[in-house]
Structures are given as structure tokens and as C-alpha cells.
């Protein structure tokens, strides 16, 4: 996945140059707070999803479930205030989202 987010931001780099700015973080953007004269990229984290209710899950070799891959997760920190983070630990919450990709 490193290889893909740098694949992706040499690529459109090399269109827009200086103008490109990345933003690591998984939140949206506040639209008000973006240059319009500038270009974003916006790359999160993710990880191989194995789902371990599959009885063949625990039975795979660590290179089978890291090459053979069509499922990611990715977790979101969320308040119901709307925020990302919050001070108190109970109203804090995490969204898990689940990608499946062809492969």
C-alpha cells in the first residue's frame, strides 16, 4: 500500500507539481480552509482485512494473507458532536469501514 500511495502521489506530482498538496488524514476536508489554486490528494491508512469467522482464515500463511488480498478496513474516530476526537473517552467512537477491491 506504500508503493501504491507513493505511486499516486508521484503521479499527479508530476501534473501538478508544487500546486499538489497531500493530506494524511482520514477526515473530510473543510472545504473553506482549501485553496482553489491548489490540488489535494488525500491518501488514509488501510489494512488487509482477513475476516476471522472463515474457518480457512486461521489457516493461512502470513504470506497468502498479505498477497492475495480484495478486502481492507480502515477505522474513523468520530464524536456525535461531530468531531474526530473528544477529551471525555466515553463519547468517543470508531467507525470501521470495509473496502472490497477486484482483483
Known sequence: ????SNNLQTFWSA??????????DSAVPEKSKLDPKKAYLQITFVEPFINQQNETANKLSFFEKHTIISQFVFDTPFTKTGKAHSEDVAAQFKRRTII???N
Do not use: A
Open 100 to 102: 472490497t477491491v477486484e
Open 1 to 4: 500500500l506504500f508503493e501504491f
Open 15 to 24: 501534473k501538478f507539481g508544487n500546486d499538489l498538496l497531500l493530506i494524511k
